[in-house]
């Protein structure tokens, strides 16, 4: 008969030990309460709450600190400019939120205040918006779904900040998403009449 091979006694790993460490039971709710200090929660101080129209002001001024009010806003508009080799209109890279903006007005010699108003592109798609002050533009209209500015010659040069043309072009057109029925035409209307207002002042 043969003999069976004895078979080695296993290693403990904690000789001190007599068997695996046993953890007591427990869960956040219970426990929390005996590990944290009773204490009362500080009230918040009463902070301002500033609305949609004051954080828009904010962002406007830091280009335009002149602008007093928003009169209009389009949550999207893009800006074209009209080819006069092609005869067609093109993208010009500035797309976002079209704000429609009253300025301080201009006081003349004689202290007439002349009114003014601003329509200010602020591009999400890069650093360079669109501002065209509605003095400095000759023409004014809409086009099927595009308000059209015909800019005066200075227009694009003017180192403010009023009234950039986008690279030099004279005509330029802002197409308005109708995000509502009357958006379109709303800003539209509101350009229209701030422009005549302007160019009779």
Same mark, same amino acid.
């Given at each position: 008969?043969?003999?069976?091979?004895?078979?080695?006694?296993?290693?403990?790993?904690?000789?001190?030990?007599?068997?695996?460490?046993?953890?007591?039971?427990?869960?956040?709710?219970?426990?929390?309460?005996?590990?944290?200090?009773?204490?009362?929660?500080?009230?918040?101080?009463?902070?301002?709450?500033?609305?949609?129209?004051?954080?828009?002001?904010?962002?406007?001024?830091?280009?335009?600190?002149?602008?007093?009010?928003?009169?209009?806003?389009?949550?999207?508009?893009?800006?074209?400019?009209?080819?006069?080799?092609?005869?067609?209109?093109?993208?010009?890279?500035?797309?976002?939120?079209?704000?429609?903006?009253?300025?301080?007005?201009?006081?003349?010699?004689?202290?007439?205040?002349?009114?003014?108003?601003?329509?200010?592109?602020?591009?999400?798609?890069?650093?360079?918006?669109?501002?065209?002050?509605?003095?400095?533009?000759?023409?004014?209209?809409?086009?099927?779904?595009?308000?059209?500015?015909?800019?005066?010659?200075?227009?694009?040069?003017?180192?403010?900040?009023?009234?950039? %043309?986008? %690279?030099?072009?004279?005509?330029?057109?802002?197409?308005?998403?109708?995000?509502?029925?009357?958006?379109?035409?709303?800003?539209?209307?509101?350009?229209?009449?701030?422009?005549?207002?302007?160019?009779?002042?």
């Amino acid at each position: 008969m043969s003999r069976a091979t004895p078979r080695k006694s296993r290693h403990r790993h904690n000789p001190s030990n007599g068997g695996p460490r046993q953890i007591a039971a427990s869960d956040y709710e219970s426990d929390a309460v005996n590990y944290m200090e009773a204490r009362q929660v500080p009230r918040l101080a009463h902070l301002p709450t500033r609305t949609n129209t004051d954080l828009n002001l904010s962002v406007l001024r830091r280009y335009l600190p002149g602008i007093r009010s928003i009169l209009s806003i389009a949550a999207n508009a893009v800006v074209y400019t009209f080819s006069e080799a092609g005869q067609s209109w093109e993208k010009h890279g500035v797309v976002g939120t079209m704000f429609v903006c009253e300025q301080e007005p201009i006081v003349t010699a004689s202290g007439q205040a002349l009114p003014r108003v601003c329509v200010f592109v602020l591009n999400r798609h890069g650093l360079d918006n669109l501002v065209v002050d509605l003095v400095r533009v000759s023409d004014c209209e809409q086009a099927d779904e595009l308000i059209i500015f015909r800019l005066e010659d200075d227009d694009t040069s003017d180192s403010n900040g009023i009234c950039e %043309g986008p %690279g030099g072009k004279d005509v330029i057109g802002i197409w308005i998403h109708a995000d509502e029925d009357d958006t379109r035409e709303t800003n539209s209307t509101i350009i229209r009449g701030a422009w005549q207002q302007a160019r009779l002042a």
